[in-house]
Every structure is written in structure tokens, then in C-alpha cells.
């Protein structure tokens, strides 16, 4: 596109990306202690990580670092982010582990409601090494789009997903200023923008690589078939084969048409439902035998959040249990007295 494009064209295309890659999986899934992040002396690096392993409970690491795990290069962390239950006592003890391994480093208040900084001393500049925020609030609903994914446990430390940093980044990029322009805060635009678009290039990236592994195994099921077909040849008796393909062209157009008009639909929950070229969204049968959708999202809940399947709708509670004891749905018993007599 040669000119410069709109807000609402900006806006439209982000969508799609978040529609498309929003639940998407990096095939890279490196090890915290895999990145290199500048203002973390080497020297107290594995201490932090194990403090955050043993002791940080509730925690995230997200930004830049924890994108760096989802990639085989890319920029390199200046800091490390993480959300903790308590950021004040987190950056305590890792500025604590610092100083008794002979690094001058010191806190700060961040500019963020309950975060603090720890920064270090490198040439003479104090420099961001830890940006420690609370916890709550971390997770929940984007204004733009989507709802922000359950992190990744990796070695024991909670990461956070790509498709997460790309909704997040689409989120601040797509919205309104004060000013009436559409973008992050200046401070942030660029940045924001540029891993935006780093992000996206990286998952759809991972999509690609995957779709060419499916094809491939594919291709070892084809060989694998037309071993039984020449073995069927061999049997006395049998049809020559069909020359109609399986899916004929005109229908696997209308099944692509479909999973692009709907980027944020999972390619295999559309199905033709009878002999038109209708493609229609799967379908499945509930317990009591009528028809619903397909589940959505499994993250369209706060994944910090500690849920008790038995509590909340009692009645519902009740109908489960039974069900899972083998007891039947239980039926209304008609009331003898209001029996019409039978001549």
C-alpha cells in the first residue's frame, strides 16, 4: 500500500491479525534463562530466576523478555517486567540478592500505581534491570480486541504467551489520544508498533511453518494409501477406482472463502452440512440432545482467577453430580389426585 493508510484501515487490518493469530502458538518456546537481558549483571541472572521460581508465587514475566523467549533472534531486553502479588517485597529481595553478590543497585518508584523499579549501576547511569508491577489487573478484557491468554509455565516460571503481547500491543496502537489521533502514547508508538508487527510477523510465521508440516504428513498419508490401492487391485472382484476426488475443487474454494471471511474461526470447526456447497460452523450435542455451538475460547476467562466447578448454581451443581453418579434426569411426578379417570 503506497499511501499513508487511515485509522479505520489501520483498525481493519488489525483485527484481522488479532482474529487470525490471537490463539496462535510461536514454535519457539526458549527458556528464561536462554535470554540475555543487558541490565542484569550475568552474575546474579540464575539467583533472580530462582528466587522468581521459588518464591515470587503469583507472577508473570511479560515485555520484551518474555517475547524474546518465543523467538530465535529479535532485539535484545534492556530489563526484565514481571507482575507480582506484592512488587514492593519482590523488588526488596531481588535488589537484596544483588547487593550481597557486590552489585550497586538501588529502588525507585515507577510511574505506575504500586511499581517499582529495581535499577543498577553500569557506567556511571542507573539503569532499569527489573520493572515489578502488581499482579491484579494484569489479566482481563482488551478494549480492542480479544482477552489476555494464561501465561506458560516454562522450568517453572510463568511467561507470557505471544498471542498475548500481540493483543496487547494491537490494544494500545488502535487507540484514541486525547488529541483525537489514533495510536499509543507518543512515548510509545514506535515501539509499540514495531513489535506489534514483530509479533504478528512471528506467529504467522509459526502458522505457516505448521500448515507445511500437516502438508507434509499428508503427503506420507497419500503414499501410505496408494499402497492399499494396489493391494486392492489384487483382490478378485474389485470396482475400478473412482476418478471423483474426495472434496472437489468448487467446494474446497468455498471452505477457504469461508475460514477467510472469518479470521478468528478454527478451520476445523466448519463442515459441509449436506450435499450443497454450504459450509456452516460444527455443531455439537449437549447432554440433554439439543444443539449449541462449538466452545468458545478456553482463555475467555481471567486465568488468574481460582474457580470451584462445584460452587455457584445449586440446582446445576446437583444435576452434575447426579449425572456423574449414573442417576438419571429426574422427572416431574404427576400429582395422583389431578388423574383424569380412565372409562
Not at 479470521?263 to 440433554?288: C, G, M
Request: hydrophobic share 35%; charged share 30%.
Amino acid at each position: 500500500m503506497a499511501q499513508n493508510p487511515t485509522a479505520a484501515q489501520r483498525r481493519s487490518a488489525a483485527l484481522i491479525i488479532c482474529k487470525t493469530l490471537g490463539d496462535e502458538l510461536s514454535v519457539v518456546a526458549k527458556p528464561l534463562a536462554k535470554v540475555n537481558i543487558k541490565n542484569i549483571p550475568d552474575s546474579v541472572e540464575p539467583a533472580i530466576r530462582n528466587w522468581i521460581r521459588t518464591h515470587a508465587g503469583r507472577h508473570e514475566i511479560y515485555g520484551s523478555a518474555a517475547a524474546a523467549t518465543h523467538r530465535i533472534g529479535g532485539r535484545r531486553p534492556a530489563d526484565l517486567d514481571i507482575v507480582v502479588s506484592n512488587p514492593r517485597n519482590t523488588a526488596a529481595a531481588l535488589a537484596g540478592i544483588m547487593r550481597r553478590r557486590g552489585i550497586r543497585c538501588k529502588i525507585v518508584a515507577s510511574k505506575s500505581p504500586g511499581a517499582f523499579v529495581v535499577q543498577v549501576l553500569k557506567r556511571g547511569k542507573w539503569l532499569d534491570a527489573l520493572d515489578i508491577h502488581p499482579i491484579a489487573g494484569h489479566s482481563g478484557k482488551y478494549d480492542f480486541y480479544g482477552q489476555s491468554k494464561p501465561p506458560m509455565r516454562k522450568n517453572g516460571i510463568n511467561i507470557q504467551r505471544a498471542a498475548d503481547q500481540l493483543l496487547r500491543k494491537a490494544n494500545a496502537i488502535t487507540a484514541k489520544q486525547p488529541n483525537g489521533k489514533v495510536g499509543a502514547p507518543p512515548h510509545r508508538n514506535l515501539k509499540d508498533t514495531q513489535d506489534f508487527i514483530a509479533t504478528a510477523k512471528m506467529l504467522l510465521a509459526s502458522m505457516e511453518l505448521k500448515s507445511k508440516a500437516e502438508q507434509e504428513r499428508a503427503k506420507k498419508v497419500r503414499a501410505a494409501i496408494r499402497v492399499w490401492e494396489a493391494h486392492l487391485k489384487t483382490i478378485e472382484g474389485a470396482p475400478k477406482p473412482t476418478k471423483r476426488k474426495a472434496i472437489s475443487k468448487t467446494r474446497a474454494e468455498r471452505f477457504k472463502a469461508k475460514a477467510r471471511a472469518k479470521p478468528a474461526q478454527d478451520p476445523d470447526n466448519l463442515i459441509f452440512i449436506d450435499s450443497s456447497l454450504h459450509v456452516a460452523e460444527r455443531k455439537r450435542e449437549t447432554r440433554q440432545g439439543g444443539m449449541m455451538s462449538v466452545t468458545g475460547s478456553p482463555y475467555a476467562v481471567d486465568p488468574y482467577r481460582a474457580r470451584n466447578p462445584y460452587s455457584g448454581d445449586k440446582k446445576a451443581t446437583g444435576a452434575l453430580v447426579g449425572w456423574l453418579v449414573g442417576e438419571g434426569p429426574k422427572t416431574r411426578r404427576r400429582n395422583p389426585s389431578k388423574k383424569k379417570n380412565k372409562r
